[in-house]
Nanobody, 120 residues
Framework: QVQLVQSGGGSVQAGDSLRLSCTIS????????MAWFRQPPGKQREFVAD??????????NYADSVRGRFAISRDNTKNTMYLQMNSLLPEDTAVYSC???????????WGQGTRVTVSS
C-alpha cells in the first residue's frame, strides 16, 4: 500500500525559508505525479505545486502566489519529494499536504499534513 509521510514545517519569521519533505513508501516515486497543496486557516485547500516526470524531463507547475519563491523537487533515490519555501510570507501560513497519483487529476495518496506558521 502506498503511503506518504511528511516531515518539516514549523514556525518561522517572514522572509525565512523552510523545506518540507514527503517520502513515499509502497511505490516508486518515479511512477507518480507528486504535488503539494495547502489549507490556510479558515480557507479551502489550494494547489501549491506539482511535478510530472516524462521522458523529456520534469514538468513543474506552481500557483501564482508561490512562483519564484517555492521550488518542488524530488530525489528518486530516496523516494522523497521536497518543497523548498523561500521568502516566506504570513499568508503562506497553512497546513501543507503532499499528494501523489498516476496523474494530476488522480492524486490518490495523501500525506498527513504539516503546519507552517509564518509570523510578521
Amino acid at each position: 500500500q502506498v503511503q506518504l509521510v511528511q516531515s518539516g514545517g514549523g514556525s518561522v519569521q517572514a522572509g525565512d525559508s523552510l523545506r518540507l519533505s514527503c517520502t513515499i513508501s509502497g511505490g516508486a516515486s518515479t511512477g507518480y505525479v507528486m504535488a503539494w497543496f495547502r489549507q490556510p486557516p479558515g480557507k479551502q485547500r489550494e494547489f501549491v505545486a506539482d511535478e510530472t516526470l516524462s521522458s523529456d524531463g520534469a514538468w513543474r507547475n506552481y500557483a501564482d502566489s508561490v512562483r519564484g519563491r517555492f521550488a518542488i523537487s524530488r530525489d528518486n533515490t530516496k523516494n522523497t519529494m521536497y518543497l523548498q519555501m523561500n521568502s516566506l510570507l504570513p499568508e503562506d501560513t497553512a497546513v501543507y499536504s503532499c499528494a501523489a497519483g498516476p496523474s494530476r487529476s488522480q492524486l490518490n495518496y495523501w500525506g498527513q499534513g504539516t503546519r507552517v506558521t509564518v509570523s510578521s
